[in-house]
């Protein structure tokens, strides 16, 4: 090595190697996403082919088409993900051909990396540690060639999302390319592999072989229950340690419980409040712990609260409808609660898709003359479909069309696939944090109630997620008034003029802030907007007692189009949202009267058995 301005010949021929690998890389990362054709069997010296027995394979089912990186002979050992038919290649623009890109900018890329090469070469063996967390430890910093290998990555991963946007074209294609090369960039790290893995070598070391022993237990473990373990699943249990606000189900159908909750205030509002939640989750979100549940946080502030809690789908749901969803759940638990408390009105909430479907039921009722809500909250929701962030690059015509025959005849969509393609939304937190964790370093993920309610999954019925794909994620109709018939009525938002609470977190990669916001525009009636620090979950889980994080409050008279203006003129409050959306309620709660002695109304709302209720411990 030479510490000289100018490489050596062999170097030079070094960086050649080098350019060369990137362009095969770059190959390899297009090869990867035409669709099913381009999955990759893993090879017979592979080290994680057991691993990969219980990873989703080629066309299997995976809710938006993720097209993912397979293992290739370059990174042996890699998880093979769906490489998904339908989808469309991720490299190619909305009118099928390849992408281009502009030669100058390629020419200005090459130029860089040349230099980057020269600096990291003349670095020598005092390559400086890499301030990527993933290497972070000092057995990558003390093991030259670890270091090196690891800078290496990160030249070649900056490189190739360069790469990525030099391409030319609309905003959808670039934003699939880059998305695309991302994951490849994120699965093949040095880090996701033993044979590169400093800190996991240095342990198997320090252990005497018990880290990998023990990581061959873990994944063992995982293969045997389906999916990556992110936390200590065998700590928690739904009833007992979580979900465990004091309640009762009082009315039950094929989709859906509902729970009514013990008061715990000598006094109630007189106006019952009624949560429903994601189809696509399960309840208890709201309701983890005492110290941050949503639940029993409505339950202190005075209010008879009432929770959707549904039923997790098997084949005899397989040809539900969201329109059923819509009737026969969300209506039909307006109907009950209604019936049980005797209340003209109730307030509802509706969260993340609960909150599309609780709005599609307002709809529904409006176009009926009917007004038995008196005010909802939105919380992290879609209705109009326009910014649905990073989600909008699995959607198009061919996948739809793919997913509508697929579930022609009825099917479920496994809850596991859901999962998978949520998690790969942050694959370096969600998927290959524990990859290295569980397997390379042998640990045991410490319990957390948060992530053992994420990886209890949900199936969704084949019709009713086709629906929704279509005529929301792809064409948008729900708020394009009259375009879409539910229950049989035509969908106008401008005849729902209750007030509106809405609120979306600002780091949210699910439902972005301009999405939920954009139900500003949707609503006629009073509203007021708030928006939350931190993302889809943290965000709206974010109890007051903890006094963490912050909110922003705006004006409660002017929402001008454009989120951005908005958030310019808002005012930074610290810690909860809870607290101004409990005073935001409180008026619209009604008088004070007795609290309930007894749940449920008479014979026909009598207490079933206690919550949380067996629907929400069904697993898919």
């Known amino acids: 090595m030479t510490s000289g301005k100018t490489p050596p010949t062999d170097w030079l021929e070094t960086a050649n190697a ?24 893993p090879g017979a010296t592979d080290p994680f082919a057991a691993f990969k027995a219980f990873m989703p394979q080629a066309g299997a089912a995976n809710p938006f088409g993720m097209a993912m990186p397979t293992a290739g002979a370059a990174f042996p050992g ?18 099928g051909q390849q992408v281009s890109f502009d030669p100058a900018k390629l020419l200005e890329i090459q130029n860089q990396y040349l230099k980057d090469v020269t ?10 540690p890499a301030s990527d967390r993933r290497f972070a430890s000092d057995a990558w910093a003390s093991n030259p060639m670890a270091a090196f290998s690891a800078a290496a990555y990160l030249l070649n991963a900056r490189t190739l999302m360069a790469l990525a946007d030099a391409v030319q074209g609309d905003a959808k294609t670039r934003t699939r390319v880059r998305f695309a090369v991302q994951q490849w960039i994120d699965a093949s790290a040095p880090s996701n592999f033993l044979a590169f893995n400093a800190e996991a070598q240095k342990k198997a070391i320090d252990t ?17 229950q389906g999916h990556v373990s992110m936390t200590d699943e065998s700590v928690f249990e739904v009833g007992k340690n979580v979900a465990t606000t004091e309640g009762a189900v009082v009315f039950e159908n094929e989709l859906f419980q509902l729970i009514e909750y013990k008061p715990l205030t ?47 789908p098997d084949e005899s749901l397989a040809k539900a409808t969201w329109d059923q969803y819509i009737e026969d759940a969300v209506i039909k638990a307006i109907d009950v609660t209604q019936d049980i408390t005797g209340a003209e009105t109730i307030n509802a909430l509706g969260f993340c898709v609960g909150g599309t479907m609780l709005g599609t039921a307002l709809a529904v009722l409006a176009a009926r003359g009917e007004e038995p809500v008196n005010c909802a909250t939105f919380l992290t929701t879609l209705l109009d479909f326009t910014d649905t962030g990073i989600l909008d690059v699995f959607i198009d015509e061919n996948f739809v069309k793919y997913r509508e025959m697929q579930f022609a005849e009825g099917g479920l969509m496994p809850g ?61 109709n729900l708020v394009k008034p009259g375009k879409m018939t539910v229950c049989g009525e035509k969908i106008d938002f401008r005849q729902v003029k209750l007030p509106v609470y809405i609120y979306g977190s600002r780091e949210d990669h699910i439902v972005p802030i301009g999405g939920a916001y954009a139900s500003t525009q949707v609503f006629p009636g009073k509203k007021r907007f708030v928006m939350g620090a931190s993302g889809h979950i ?25 989120v951005n203006e908005w958030i310019a003129s808002a005012d930074e409050q610290p810690g909860s949202w809870w607290t101004d959306w409990a005073a935001w309620l409180k008026p619209q709660a009604g008088k004070q009267i007795a609290a309930p002695k007894t749940y449920g109304k008479g014979k026909n709302y009598t207490a079933i058995e206690p919550a949380p209720g067996r629907y929400v411990k069904a697993k898919a």
């Open 18 to 41: 080098f350019q060369q690998n990137l362009i095969q890389q770059w190959t390899q990362v297009a090869q990867a996403f035409p669709g099913a054709a381009a999955h990759a069997q």
């Open 78 to 95: 890699m998880p093979a993900m769906p490489a998904m038919p339908g989808m469309g290649d991720m490299f190619k623009n909305a009118s």
């Open 119 to 128: 600096g990291l070469w003349n670095q020598g063996p005092n390559v400086q």
């Open 208 to 224: 005497q072989g018990e880290s990998i022993a023990k990581g061959m237990a873990n994944l063992l473990h995982d293969m045997k």
């Open 266 to 312: 000598p006094k109630v509002f007189d106006r019952p409040f009624l949560l429903v939640p994601p189809c696509i989750n399960k309840f208890y979100i709201l309701d983890l712990q005492p110290e941050n549940s949503l639940i029993r946080y409505c339950v202190e502030q005075g209010h008879r609260t009432f929770v959707v809690s549904w039923r997790n």
């Open 416 to 476: 596991r696939d859901l999962a998978t393609t949520f998690s790969f939304l942050r694959p370096n937190d969600l998927v290959w944090n524990y990859v290295v964790g569980n397997y390379l370093k042998g640990e045991t993920p410490p319990p957390f109630d948060l992530l053992y309610w994420n990886s209890d999954s949900t199936n969704l019925p084949g019709p009713y997620y086709t629906r929704y794909l279509r005529q929301m994620y792809l064409e948008n």
């Open 538 to 562: 943290a965000g709206v889980i974010n109890p007051a007692s903890k006094k963490k994080r912050s909110h922003w409050i705006g004006s409660a008279t002017q929402f001008p189009k454009d």
